[in-house]
């Protein structure tokens, strides 16, 4: 995996991580990749909907009847959230099966369920086997929220940069922030903070000129270092 190029894109929502992940694959060659993908499938396979209704920032919020309990074919799920709902209110509330749910809600409980049943680092490790089996050399990470993510991709990718952006003028601050309180904390880890300026691809170009010459700096020095330790090791390698 070492061979590989990771550029990991961390920020509240809003802070243009996907158009700048869409940058880096339209006129770099990264391919793109989101810790949040399987998820997405797995929530549209149970629910059996489109993956779209988990795609549209307009719906995130927005309570929807075809994410209805009643209608998940996952009853380990189901069973789950019961659990939850028993242990918070001493019972499943009355027409708990029927309740609208917004796909905000029902990725983060279904996250949560499938990391008790296959492990904390379940989407993490899953993601990281997909970037080593896509064959790209080259790989962009848009959504990085928490800190096994960040540790992880520095300790499976060792040509790698972590990248925390922020808008001025972001819509969806407030809401981001309650939902990414550990951001303040994360954005210590990135390698490279960046301010936003706007959506037009001549912004969006010079941040990615900017982001792209601080990857190779970062890749040169730890060549250098690679390089320095070995040679103190005496062992040979080659360029």
């Known amino acids: 995996m070492d061979k590989i190029s990771v ?31 399987i998820l997405k499938d797995q929530c549209a396979q149970v ?21 209805r309990y009643a209608d998940c074919s996952d009853s380990g799920f189901v069973a789950f959230m019961r659990g939850k709902a028993e242990k918070e209110h001493g019972q499943a509330p009355s027409g708990f099966l029927l309740h609208a ?18 492990g904390e680092n379940y989407y993490r490790d899953w993601l990281f ?16 929220r928490y800190e096994a993510e960040v540790q992880g991709i520095f300790t499976r990718f060792k040509d790698s940069t972590i990248v925390h952006l922020t808008r001025e003028l972001n819509p969806y ?30 912004e969006l170009s010079a941040v990615l000129s900017r982001v792209l010459i601080h990857h190779a700096e970062k890749g040169n020095v730890q ?10 090791e005496n062992t040979t390698i080659s360029c």
């Not at 922030?177 to 301010?195: C, G, I, M």
């Open 7 to 37: 550029i990991g894109l961390m920020g509240l929502p809003g802070t243009g991580k996907s158009s700048l992940a869409s940058m880096l694959s339209i006129k770099a060659g990264y391919k793109q990749f989101a810790f949040a993908d």
């Open 47 to 67: 629910f059996g909907c489109s993956r779209l209704l988990f795609e549209d920032r307009g719906l995130k919020n927005y309570p929807l009847y075809a994410l």
């Open 101 to 118: 749910r917004t796909p905000r809600h029902t990725m983060q409980q279904y996250s949560d369920y499938y990391k008790t049943v296959n």
């Open 129 to 144: 086997t997909a970037i080593y089996c896509s064959g790209s050399p080259l790989a962009v990470i848009s959504d990085v």
């Open 173 to 202: 601050a407030e809401e981001g922030r309650a939902k990414h309180e550990s951001d303040a904390d994360l954005k210590n880890f990135a390698d490279l903070k960046v301010s936003m300026p706007g959506e037009s691809e001549a």
């Open 223 to 232: 060549k250098l270092e690679r390089r320095a330790k070995l040679i103190f």
